[in-house]
């Protein structure tokens, strides 16, 4: 079945910077979407970036400008690059993915597949 397994997350002090992988296995759609969410103790869940097929990307208010969204279709690997990190961007990150509909949203909803998710921790 599809496997979603993420890496990279971890401790790292306000303004400092983190990368997160996603490897993602057996996952096969004619329009695939892929994304970033995370969810913070006593908060819902809440989307943070996509990216589809031709490497359009949508990303929340929140993290424009500071965080990235890329993918690697060789290794079969989802990124998430998070720089100038404040304590608001501590939550868990999960990987997320959909087969067709519109990419832009981040809805997690509308996302099938899902990892486990990293911890992502900021202190001041």
């Known amino acids: 079945q599809v496997q979603l397994v993420e890496s990279g997350g971890g401790s790292v002090q306000v303004g400092g910077s983190l990368r997160l992988a996603c490897e993602v296995s057996?996952?096969?759609?004619?329009?695939?979407?892929m994304g970033w969410f995370r969810q913070a103790p006593g908060k819902e869940r809440e989307g943070v970036a996509t990216?589809?097929?031709?490497?359009?990307?949508a990303y929340a208010n929140s993290v424009k400008g500071r965080f990235t969204i890329s993918q690697d279709y060789s290794k079969n690997t989802l990124y998430l690059q998070m720089n100038s990190l404040k304590p608001e961007d501590t939550a868990m990150y999960y990987c997320?993915?959909?087969?067709?509909?519109?990419?832009?949203?981040?809805?997690?909803?509308?996302?099938?597949?899902w990892g486990q998710g990293t911890q992502v921790t900021v202190s001041s």
């Open positions: 997320a993915a959909r087969g067709g509909g519109r990419c832009y949203e981040l809805n997690p909803e509308y996302f099938e597949y």
């Open positions: 057996r996952f096969t759609a004619s329009n695939p979407c």
């Open positions: 990216i589809d097929s031709v490497d359009s990307s």
